[in-house]
C-alpha cells in the first residue's frame, strides 16, 4: 500500500510527528556549545558535508532543513539544504545503479512494484510528486530510482523542484526559531498545512492517473 493509502488517522499522526520533531531538536540547539554552532555558522562547508552525510544516510530532510535555517538564516540555509540533498540524493542514485533491480523487487510487495512501475513510466512527475510528500523514505527512493535506472536528468529536476517547497517551510521554520519570531514560525506552519492539504486534495488525481 502507498502512502496515500493510510487511514486518516495514521497519516495525520505521521504529519504531526514530522512537523514536531524539527521543531523541538532545532530549539534544542541553544543548549549545545556555543563555540560548535559559531563553527558550524562560519564554516559553511562542515555543515554542507554533515547534512550531506546525513542525507545519505537517510536522516530527515525537513529536520535538516530547520537545522539549517537556524543556523544560516532562511535564504542561506535554503541554498545550503537544497544543494546538499540533490548532492546526497545523485550518491545514493549512483550506488542504487550498483545494485540489482531484482534485490530491490519482491512478490510480497505488489505495492512497490507498482510504484516502480509508474515512475518507470513518468518519471520526472512521479518523482516530483514523491518528493513534495510530507512522509517516506527519501533513502528508498534514491536506491530504487538508481537501481532501476531511470533517467539521470529526470530524476535531478524532478528532485530539486519536489525537495523546494518543504525545504522553504522548514528553513523559515527554523530562522523563527532562531530569531524566536511568532509570526514566522505561523508563516512556517501555514504553509506547511496548506501544502499537506493540497497534497490530500489531490491523491485522487493521483491514484487514477497512476502517477503514485
Same mark, same amino acid.
Given at each position: 500500500?502507498?502512502?496515500?493509502? #493510510?487511514?486518516?488517522?495514521?497519516?495525520?499522526? %505521521?504529519?504531526? *510527528? *514530522?512537523?514536531?520533531?524539527?521543531?523541538?531538536?532545532?530549539?534544542?540547539?541553544?543548549?549545545?556549545?556555543p563555540m560548535m554552532l559559531q563553527t558550524l555558522?562560519?564554516?559553511?562547508? &562542515? /555543515?554542507?558535508?554533515?547534512? @550531506?552525510?546525513?542525507?545519505?544516510?537517510?536522516?530527515?530532510?525537513? +529536520?535538516?532543513?530547520?537545522?539549517?535555517?537556524? #543556523?544560516?538564516?532562511?535564504?542561506? %540555509?535554503? /541554498?545550503?539544504?537544497?544543494?546538499?540533498?540533490?548532492?546526497?540524493?545523485?550518491?545514493?542514485?549512483?550506488?542504487?545503479?550498483?545494485?540489482?533491480?531484482?534485490?530491490?523487487?519482491?512478490?510480497?510487495?505488489?505495492? @512497490?512494484?507498482? +510504484?516502480?512501475?509508474? #515512475?518507470?513510466?513518468?518519471?520526472?512527475?512521479?518523482?516530483?510528486?514523491?518528493?513534495?510528500?510530507?512522509?517516506?523514505?527519501?533513502?528508498?527512493?534514491?536506491?530504487?530510482? %538508481?537501481?532501476?535506472?531511470?533517467?539521470?536528468?529526470?530524476?535531478? *529536476?524532478?528532485?530539486?523542484l519536489g525537495y523546494l517547497p518543504q525545504h522553504?517551510? @522548514?528553513?523559515? +521554520? %527554523?530562522?523563527?526559531?532562531?530569531?524566536?519570531?511568532?509570526?514566522? +514560525?505561523? &508563516?512556517?506552519?501555514?504553509?506547511?498545512?496548506?501544502?499537506?492539504?493540497?497534497?490530500f486534495h489531490y491523491r485522487h488525481f493521483w491514484?487514477?492517473?497512476?502517477?503514485?
Amino acid at each position: 500500500m502507498s502512502v496515500l493509502n #493510510l487511514k486518516p488517522r495514521y497519516l495525520v499522526a %505521521g504529519i504531526g *510527528l *514530522l512537523l514536531l520533531l524539527p521543531i523541538v531538536l532545532t530549539a534544542e540547539l541553544k543548549s549545545i556549545e556555543p563555540m560548535m554552532l559559531q563553527t558550524l555558522c562560519h564554516h559553511k562547508l &562542515w /555543515l554542507a558535508a554533515g547534512c @550531506f552525510l546525513c542525507g545519505v544516510f537517510g536522516v530527515s530532510r525537513q +529536520l535538516l532543513a530547520s537545522i539549517s535555517g537556524y #543556523l544560516l538564516g532562511f535564504w542561506q %540555509g535554503l /541554498l545550503l539544504i537544497e544543494l546538499a540533498m540533490l548532492a546526497s540524493a545523485v550518491a545514493v542514485f549512483a550506488v542504487g545503479r550498483l545494485l540489482q533491480a531484482e534485490r530491490l523487487s519482491n512478490q510480497r510487495f505488489v505495492w @512497490f512494484q507498482s +510504484l516502480i512501475g509508474k #515512475l518507470q513510466r513518468a518519471p520526472f512527475t512521479g518523482i516530483l510528486l514523491l518528493r513534495l510528500l510530507p512522509v517516506g523514505s527519501n533513502l528508498l527512493t534514491n536506491l530504487a530510482a %538508481g537501481a532501476f535506472h531511470l533517467p539521470l536528468t529526470s530524476f535531478v *529536476l524532478g528532485s530539486a523542484l519536489g525537495y523546494l517547497p518543504q525545504h522553504i517551510i @522548514f528553513a523559515l +521554520l %527554523g530562522q523563527g526559531i532562531q530569531l524566536q519570531s511568532i509570526t514566522l +514560525l505561523l &508563516w512556517a506552519l501555514a504553509a506547511f498545512a496548506l501544502l499537506s492539504a493540497v497534497l490530500f486534495h489531490y491523491r485522487h488525481f493521483w491514484k487514477t492517473n497512476e502517477i503514485v
